[in-house]
């Protein structure tokens, strides 16, 4: 099957760190990918996972991936009111994407 | 940087007119995808394009919806006869095809919302 599921809310306090979490269902995703939404705005790539690797750190941002259970986080150190959008996780499946339906993350200062 | 442009970013259509939503991708990029994003529902994929012809779609994609690739630039999406439920963002993304495509990240354009009356 296609799914990819994330939470829909999570709020932080400016500072804290920020987990969002995913799950998805096909095994044979190659990719993994997070994008960020801002209010009117595209989808903005901010950081993708190979599938044979289990973490990747990107300035802030830390990917966690545990293919055994097939779930996915965005970790966002020093969460800033920047950081305020919503963030869909996807799946690579040849050459389309299947995406969550997106967590809205609101940072209070 | 270079970005996937979209035009308009807001049309507003008469049910069962046509309507044809623009998209320049970035300018080294071969492969080319429509989705769209129903309002408070997930980003659905819609069509990929390559080497001027569909690659892969989707079961939305049904003879409503055409793609073309007109000239080097514009990479456009026509819906035919539109629909109430046609009412969506729709976005375009494009990725590098001179490498191995398979690991090559899409990037989106700021969509455009379709708003059928």
């Known amino acids: 099957g296609e799914d990819v599921e994330q939470s829909l809310f999570l709020s932080v306090r400016e500072g804290d760190s920020s987990v969002i979490n995913c799950t998805y269902t096909?095994?044979?995703?190659?990719?993994l990918y997070w994008y960020k939404q801002e209010p009117g705005a595209g989808l903005q790539l901010l950081t993708y996972i190979f599938s044979n690797m289990d973490m990747k750190q990107d300035q802030r941002l830390t990917v966690l991936l545990n293919k055994k259970d097939k779930h996915l986080s965005l970790r966002i150190a020093d969460t800033q009111t920047g950081d305020s959008a919503i963030y869909f996780c996807?799946?690579?499946?040849?050459?389309?994407?299947?995406f969550g339906q997106g967590t809205e993350l609101s940072v209070k200062p | 940087e270079p970005e996937v442009t979209q035009t308009p970013s807001h049309q507003v259509t008469q049910m069962g007119q046509e309507v044809i939503l623009r998209c320049v991708p970035i300018s080294n990029h071969l492969y080319f995808y429509w989705y769209r994003q129903i309002l408070g529902q997930k980003v659905e994929f819609l069509v990929s394009f390559y080497n001027n012809e569909i690659s892969e779609k989707s079961e939305i994609f049904d003879d409503q919806f055409s793609v073309e690739r007109p000239d080097g630039s514009n990479f456009t999406l026509k819906i035919r006869s539109t629909k109430l439920e046609d009412s969506a963002m729709y976005f375009c993304a494009s990725s590098d095809g001179l490498k191995d495509r398979s690991n090559q990240p899409q990037h989106f354009g700021d969509g455009t919302r379709l708003s059928i009356l």
């Open positions: 996807a799946e690579r499946k040849r050459g389309k994407l299947i």
């Open positions: 096909d095994s044979s995703s190659t990719y």
